[in-house]
């Protein structure tokens, strides 16, 4: 199993990213994938999810509004399309397969002025 995870940046507040994770290893389609997030000095959290199938996501309040999951199981990516972003909003942003034990090695986001 293998995810890597790309897009991540410098940005101003109230700027835009879009997060990639190109995933391998294992059947894509199948499984519900996540984004997680971990701010220096907290414990990592939850961000997005998404079916197997992209019908149904699923955000945490802190972004709900602002952020967008999807994916492609044709390309066996999933993204994270965000959106007024915020200071707070500073971290390593991860992607997950339900059930499957294995991390990417994140990418940072920083928004900053």
């Known amino acids: 199993v293998q995810l890597v995870e790309s897009g991540g940046g410098l940005v101003q507040p109230g700027g835009s990213l879009r997060l990639s994770c190109a995933a391998s290893g294992f059947t894509f389609s199948r499984y519900v994938m996540s984004w997680y997030r971990q701010a220096p000095r907290k414990e990592r959290e939850l961000v997005a999810t998404?079916?197997?199938?992209?019908?149904?996501?699923n955000y945490a309040d802190s972004v709900k509004g602002r952020f967008t999951i999807s994916r492609d199981n044709v390309k066996n990516t999933v993204y994270l399309q965000m959106n007024s972003l915020k200071p707070e909003d500073t971290a390593v942003y991860y992607c997950k397969a339900s059930r499957l034990d294995y991390w990417g090695q994140g990418t940072q986001v920083t928004v900053s002025s």
């Open positions: 998404i079916t197997s199938g992209g019908a149904s996501t």
